[in-house]
């Protein structure tokens, strides 16, 4: 009898050991590479910091697949067969309750909306908002609406129209509070000096003002504006992350642009 209890003692201690190796001493992640998705924390709050990186990636958005269907989410648009190699995507844009654009909207350059400058209720009408845009040759820009009707020309690859903005020239928005009472799960993204696009998604929810100085840190005294709230969603494949929140609008698809081999 006490040789099996020996046994059975033995045999927990070496359960736990086990345990404890697989569980309570993993080993740390490793850093992802440049242009994917890491977790960071700023002011002790949880976020996801993306990075897009002209040369290495080009950012289109999407509405609708091959069937024309609106994807509504990243599952559907994982099914789709022209998805491409996904970095990451995020939803970014404001939408009405069938998923459809309400501001300035242009894929694979076809406007499918113009500017919206309405005045309205809404974070969207917080004037200013603000349009996200950029070419294929990996030409990205955060402008306000105001700006971007008065100075663009040119129609775009893809734009974007949202609101409010969260940072004009590196200052938060005037009708934003430092520290506000709404907290609620947001995402953002502003184009660094360097022309690298930064996104952000908070893991919990945050105020307007949080996320505006997590911006400043990534783009110092550039434009920032806030993509979307409560359903902000990323999808990171390399990192095993879908979030599933419904019903989304505009897709930010953000695709790794593959090197030709050297002859």
């Known amino acids: 009898m006490n040789l099996r209890r020996i046994l059975i003692a033995a045999l927990v201690?070496?359960?736990?050991?086990?345990?404890?190796?697989?569980?309570?001493?993993?080993?740390?992640?490793?850093?992802?590479?440049?242009?994917?998705?890491?977790?960071?924390?700023?002011?002790?709050?949880?976020?996801?910091?993306?990075?897009?990186?002209?040369?290495?990636?080009?950012?289109?958005?999407?509405?609708?697949?091959?069937?024309?269907?609106?994807?509504?989410?990243?599952?559907?648009?994982?099914?789709?067969?022209?998805?491409?190699?996904?970095?990451?995507?995020?939803?970014?844009?404001?939408?009405?309750?069938?998923?459809?654009?309400?501001?300035?909207?242009?894929?694979?350059?076809?406007?499918?909306?113009?500017?919206?400058?309405?005045?309205a209720e809404g974070n969207f009408y917080l004037k200013p908002n603000g349009v996200f845009f950029g070419d294929a040759a990996g030409n990205w820009r955060v402008l306000s609406s105001e700006d971007f009707a008065a100075t663009v020309t040119k129609r775009p690859q893809f734009g974007t129209q949202s609101g409010p903005m969260l940072l004009i020239a590196g200052k938060l928005h005037p009708s934003l509070a430092e520290n506000g009472a709404s907290l609620k799960l947001r995402n953002s993204v502003c184009v660094d000096a360097k022309g690298a696009a930064h996104f952000a998604i908070s893991d919990e929810p945050v105020s307007f003002g949080q996320i505006a100085r997590l911006m400043k840190r990534g783009c110092g005294d550039a434009n920032a504006l806030f993509l979307d709230g409560t359903v902000s969603s990323l999808w990171h494949p390399a990192g095993g992350r879908m979030d599933v929140r419904f019903p989304l609008g505009p897709l930010i698809v953000v695709t790794s642009l593959r090197k030709e081999p050297a002859k």
Do not use: W
Request: hydrophobic share 40%; charged share 20%.
């Open 13 to 119: 201690v070496l359960v736990g050991v086990l345990l404890y190796r697989n569980v309570g001493s993993a080993p740390a992640p490793k850093a992802a590479p440049a242009g994917d998705c890491t977790a960071s924390r700023f002011e002790d709050a949880a976020f996801t910091e993306c990075l897009a990186v002209p040369g290495k990636h080009q950012i289109a958005l999407r509405l609708k697949g091959q069937n024309g269907l609106i994807f509504r989410g990243f599952p559907t648009l994982a099914q789709d067969p022209s998805r491409g190699d996904i970095a990451f995507a995020v939803n970014g844009g404001m939408y009405d309750t069938g998923s459809r654009p309400i501001g300035y909207y242009v894929e694979n350059g076809e406007r499918l909306r113009k500017l919206n400058q309405a005045n």
